[in-house]
């Protein structure tokens, strides 16, 4: 096992920020990258809120579940491989994949599993939504004039 260089570990972030957005991530948990035979891969649990129409959340009878709908958790399996050494290096393959919805403690419980399968003795590093979001910022928001045809939008102004 190795420690992840910091540029690796923020390019697998922005990777998985591309499909999962930082804004709605709980929590992501990093195992430690393994290299081998000049490759290096790594894998990662992501815990994401995903709104759930009222409807829905109805129909499943979520206790406190708001008018407009609730939070549920997505978690995902992210990996990528890194080339490191020979004629395709730099080369980068990445993958994300939604496994389930699940409650927080059952997240821990998927993480401690991979882990035990994977034979790691080290904990995972765990990140809060906003350990991930410090180093992958979500999209400012839209500015609403911004979506205003120009001589609306010069109208607003004085």
Same mark, same amino acid.
């Given at each position: 096992m190795t420690r992840p260089q910091p540029e690796t570990r923020e390019r697998f972030m922005k990777a998985i920020a591309e499909r999962v957005p930082s804004a709605a991530v709980e929590e992501a948990h990093f195992f430690q990258p393994i290299r081998q035979g000049g490759v290096e891969s790594g894998v990662a649990v992501i815990a994401a809120r995903e709104a759930m129409p009222a409807a829905s959340a109805a129909a499943e009878n979520v206790p406190g579940a708001p008018a407009t709908g609730h939070a549920r958790l997505a978690v995902y399996?992210?990996?990528?491989?890194?080339?490191?050494?020979?004629?395709?290096? /730099?080369?980068w393959e990445f993958s994300?994949?939604?496994?389930?919805?699940? #409650?927080?403690?059952?997240?821990?419980?998927?993480?401690? /599993?991979?882990?035990?399968?994977?034979?790691? =003795?080290?904990?995972?590093?765990?990140?809060?939504?906003?350990?991930?979001?410090?180093?992958?910022?979500?999209?400012? #928001?839209?500015?609403?004039?911004? =979506?205003? #045809?120009?001589?609306?939008? =010069? /109208?607003?102004? /004085?």
């Open positions: 399996t992210a990996q990528y491989r890194l080339t490191l050494k020979g004629p395709d290096r /730099g080369k994300i994949q939604a496994e389930a919805d699940a #409650p927080l403690l059952t997240v821990d419980a998927v993480v401690r /599993g991979v882990q035990r399968r994977s034979g790691d =003795a080290e904990d995972p590093v765990r990140l809060s939504g906003d350990d991930v979001r410090d180093v992958v910022p979500p999209p400012p #928001p839209a500015v609403a004039e911004a =979506a205003l #045809p120009p001589s609306e939008a =010069a /109208g607003t102004m /004085g």
